[in-house]
């Protein structure tokens, strides 16, 4: 998990400048954390990028099990 490395909450500040790539594993980190926690998150999330070429949506699964 990336947010373990910014320590702390005032970091994400900075958050401002994250390239796609480092957003969307940003994004996944966050909702596998909610998986974890809360079994009504479901199965899987999607997730809509919307950049200058426009919308595309991208499915992640949450639970492995």
């Known amino acids: 998990m ?3 490395g910014w320590k ?3 970091s994400f ?3 401002d400048h994250l390239d796609l790539p480092t957003a969307i594993d940003l994004v996944k980190d966050v909702f596998t954390s909610a998986g974890e926690r809360d079994i009504y998150t479901g199965d899987s999330v999607d997730i809509f990028i919307i950049d200058k070429d426009g919308v595309r949506a991208e499915n992640f699964p949450l639970k492995k099990d």
Do not use: T
Request: proline residues 0%; positive net charge; aromatic residues 0%.
């Open 2 to 4: 990336r947010q373990i």
């Open 8 to 10: 702390d909450q005032r």
């Open 13 to 15: 500040r900075a958050l």
